[in-house]
């Protein structure tokens, strides 16, 4: 099993930036491939971004130019900076990882919130 543990939620104003954590357990998280996901009240969950075991990321067009997602291999973390913070943007984020097929996301933490005030 793998156990996935999010930190970094809180509350910012519009325009500004957090960065998310996520820890995961194990020891072959540098094989996994990583993603971030997000949800709206009312909406399907979302992929915003991804990276891979070899480090190639993707972002989703609502979230291209603001996040950055990035991994740290040594210590079993993958981050998600969040610039340019909006009240549009979901609020529950939720860490995943896919272990056995790239795109197919078989662990997931509990999820973290983060509230924009305007």
């Known amino acids: 099993q793998v156990q996935l543990v999010e930190s970094g939620g809180g509350l910012v104003q519009a325009g500004g930036s957090l960065r998310l954590s996520c820890a995961a357990s194990?020891?072959?998280?540098?094989?996994?491939?990583m993603g971030w996901h997000r949800q709206a009240p009312g909406k399907l969950r979302e992929l915003g971004a991804s990276?891979?075991?070899?480090?190639?990321?993707n972002y989703a067009d609502s979230v291209k130019g603001r996040f950055t997602i990035s991994r740290e291999n040594a210590k079993n973390t993958v981050y998600l900076q969040m610039n340019s913070l909006t009240p549009e943007d979901p609020v529950v984020y939720y860490c995943?990882?896919?272990?056995?097929?790239?795109?197919?996301?078989?662990?997931w933490g509990q999820g973290t919130q983060v509230t924009v005030s305007s």
């Open positions: 990276i891979t075991s070899g480090g190639r990321t």
């Open positions: 995943a990882a896919a272990t056995r097929a790239l795109w197919s996301y078989d662990y």
């Open positions: 194990g020891s072959s998280f540098s094989s996994y491939t």
